[in-house]
Structures are given as C-alpha cells and as structure tokens.
Nanobody, 125 residues
Framework: QVQLVESGGGLVQAGGSLRLSCAAS????????MAWFRQAPGKEREFVAA????????SYADSVRGRFTISRDNAKNTVSLQMNSLKYGDAAVYYC??????????????????WGQGTQVTVSS
C-alpha cells in the first residue's frame, strides 16, 4: 500500500517562502509522476505542479509558475515543492499525489491514485 506523508506547511507572511516535502513508501517510487495539488476552503482541488519520474519534465499551474519549484529525489523517495513569493491566494491545504501508472503525467486529480493527508499553508498579510 502506497503511503504519502507531507510536511513543511505552516504560517508565513506574504512574500515569504516555504518548502513542502512528501515522503513516499510502499512501492517503487521512481517510475511514477508526482504532483502537488491544493485546496482552499469552499474551492475545488486544483493542480499546482507535477514532475515526471526522471525529474526532467515538469509542469506548473499558471498561478505559481516562476514562484514555485517542484523537485524529486528518487533515491530518497521524496518530492518537494519550494514556494517563494507567497501570496494570500496561495493559502490552502497542499496535497502530494502519486501517478496511477508509469505513463500518466497529467494536471487532473483523476490521474493520481495515491494521496497524502495534506499539509496546511497559511499566508498572512
């Protein structure tokens, strides 16, 4: 059974930075794409960033491109999200997700079968 555990959330002032991490266990990590999604109260879960197994291909939501960076360490089975220049609108629960199969690389939640429990990011003005 795949388990994903996020960490690194917290309270930060607008303009500040946070680094989220996600540790995966339960199956071979490297062939699968990994992604970060977020969900704010009363809103749909939305795509933030994704990375292919090799780390050579990434995808970002327009709202975070240039501010957020996704990376992965296949040797440590971790994926990270460096968030800089945080805005009030970035506040949400952030979830990491693992792709359904080795082919999937998508921005839609349906392409990911495994999800972490989420970590809260709060941005103060």
């Amino acid at each position: 059974q795949v388990q994903l555990v996020e960490s690194g959330g917290g309270l930060v002032q607008a303009g500040g930075s946070l680094r989220l991490s996600c540790a995966a266990s339960g199956r071979t990590f490297s062939p699968y794409a990994m992604a970060w999604f977020r969900q704010a109260p009363g809103k749909e879960r939305e795509f933030v960033a994704a990375i292919r197994w090799s780390g050579g291909t990434t995808s970002y939501a327009d709202s975070v491109r240039g501010r957020f960076t996704i990376s992965r360490d296949n040797a440590k089975n971790t994926v990270s999200l460096q968030m800089n220049s945080l805005k009030y609108g970035d506040a949400a629960v952030y979830y990491c997700a693992e792709g359904r199969n080795v082919v999937i690389f998508t921005t839609t939640p349906s392409g990911y079968d495994y999800w972490g429990q989420g970590t809260q990011v709060t941005v103060s003005s």
